[in-house]
Nanobody, 128 residues
Framework: QVQLVESGGGLVQAGGSLRLSCAASGGTFSNYAMGWFRQAPGKEREFVAA??????????YYADSVKGRFTISRDNAKNTVYLRMNSLKPEDTAAYYC???????????????????WGQGTQVTVSS
């Protein structure tokens, strides 16, 4: 059983930056692809970014809405995945969730059902 704990959320002005962290425990971290999803009030949980066991070329994927602004990375020695968010917009306001999937993810694995374990979420609020 993998446990995931997110941190780093908060209130930021539009144009600002935040870095979210997700600490994993209870499994061999490098066996899992990791993803970030977000859910705004009244909306479905949506895919944000994903990363396979290494950040080599072709192993990271992004939603079109965040491409060029957000960067997903991982430190397998620290069992932690990060989401660096730059140029934040009010529409980025949401609860952000970390997720883990045993094995690899591909560019089309953007449904929440593709992931096996979830964190409790961390709130990101972007003011205009």
């Amino acid at each position: 059983q993998v446990q995931l704990v997110e941190s780093g959320g908060g209130l930021v002005q539009a144009g600002g930056s935040l870095r979210l962290s997700c600490a994993a425990s209870g499994g061999t971290f490098s066996n899992y692809a990791m993803g970030w999803f977000r859910q705004a009030p009244g909306k479905e949980r949506e895919f944000v970014a994903a990363i396979n066991w290494s950040a080599s070329a072709g192993s990271t994927y992004y939603a079109d809405s965040v491409k060029g602004r957000f960067t997903i990375s991982r430190d397998n020695a620290k069992n932690t995945v990060y989401l660096r968010m730059n140029s934040l917009k009010p529409e980025d306001t949401a609860a952000y969730y970390c997720a883990a999937r045993f094995g690899l993810v591909g560019p089309l694995d953007r449904d929440r059902k593709a992931y096996h374990y979830w964190g409790q979420g961390t709130q990101v609020t972007v003011s205009s």
